[in-house]
């Protein structure tokens, strides 16, 4: 079924935007975002903006009721905030996206929820199927598990139309720098200015990164296959890279002046992250487009 109109809160944001940018060609958008991490500047013109919070319930409800399909994006996205605040990470986390359900429910709406590979904690084999043993180590983790079974079970209960996908490590422009960001945007920083690029631990642990063209071609087969409905999916690409040869690609891509440097390992860091992505493949039709090294050669050429 083609997409009439469309919300996708954290629009504003990093991975919301990208999906906004997509959203715009085809049909009508609103961006639900409180715009404290997000801004202005990266929602596509032409969309609408709701500046609200996610505990402003009735313009929650009322913006997913209105809607065929809801991208639910805006979240309290650090691990760390949430280990050192859970009841505020909470707070943020998990109640709307309940209220987002519960709106649903009441309507036609479809709702597809951001997750993550954090439901997993450290894994206990790799690649990591759907299936995988859920033992989050974070209250990130484990809010993230809480909206992503919420989503099977009011798929069960109540018929609504959910998807969970779960994304491994997501790249790409807009991904904001700083200490709570992600690794690359974190080395392409040190490495535009020539400070050290900060390995942490011996830079052999790997991750599966995927561009966020690629998490946006998922969000779009998630909210129009029949095949996503009541399930959920790994995002990642199925292959990965060790932080070290993550830190010489891109030394090598944007020919800096940076060394790289090896500091403490990060405390409870995960050695090994791989998605298996069989399901999202057959189901869906997912498939990714960027491999690492491509994905970073356009990322970096920015
Ligand atoms: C990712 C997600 C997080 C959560 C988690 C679940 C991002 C940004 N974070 O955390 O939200 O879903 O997966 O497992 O996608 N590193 C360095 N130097 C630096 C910064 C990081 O060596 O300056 C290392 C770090 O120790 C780790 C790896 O890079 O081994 C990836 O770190 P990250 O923070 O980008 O992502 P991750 O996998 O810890």
């Known amino acids: 079924e083609p997409i009439n109109t469309a919300l996708v809160t954290g629009g504003a944001g990093f991975i919301g935007s990208h999906i906004v940018d997509q959203l715009t060609a085809t049909c009508d958008v609103t961006v639900y ?32 009721q209105n809607t065929d399909v809801v991208f639910h994006h805006a979240a309290q996205v650090s691990v760390t905030q949430s280990v050192e605040a859970p009841t505020s990470s909470h707070a943020v986390n998990l109640d709307p996206s309940l209220e987002i359900l519960e709106a649903a429910r009441n309507s036609d709406t479809r709702v597809v929820f951001a997750s993550s590979a954090a439901i997993y904690g450290h894994p206990e084999y790799t690649p990591i199927d759907e299936g995988h043993p859920k033992q989050p180590t974070s209250p990130y983790g484990l809010e993230k598990l809480t909206a992503d079974h919420y989503c099977r079970l009011y798929h069960d209960l109540y018929g609504v139309e959910t998807t969970a996908l779960r994304y491994f490590n997501v790249y790409g422009p807009r991904q904001q720098g700083g200490d709570y960001s992600g690794v690359i945007s974190i080395f392409r920083d040190q490495a535009r200015v020539g400070d050290d690029i900060t390995v942490e631990g011996d830079g052999e642990q790997t991750r599966d990164f995927i561009h966020v063209d690629d998490i946006v071609q998922a969000n779009m087969l998630a909210a129009t296959s029949d095949a996503a409905v009541g399930e959920s ?7 990965t890279i060790t932080i070290r040869e993550l830190a010489e690609t891109i030394q090598d891509v944007t020919g800096t002046d940076s060394d790289i440097v090896h500091v403490d390992p990060r405390e409870g860091d995960i050695k090994r992250s791989r998605a298996d992505i069989t399901k999202a493949r057959e189901a869906l039709g997912f498939e990714p487009k ?13």
């Open 33 to 64: 975002d409180n715009l404290t991490s997000g801004a202005k500047d990266n929602v596509a013109t032409g969309a609408d903006v709701i500046e609200a919070g996610l505990n402003n319930t009735e313009r929650l409800t009322t913006a997913v």
């Open 233 to 239: 999916f790994n995002i990642g690409t199925g292959d």
């Open 290 to 302: 960027y491999s690492i090294k491509d994905g970073l050669t356009e990322y970096l050429s920015e």
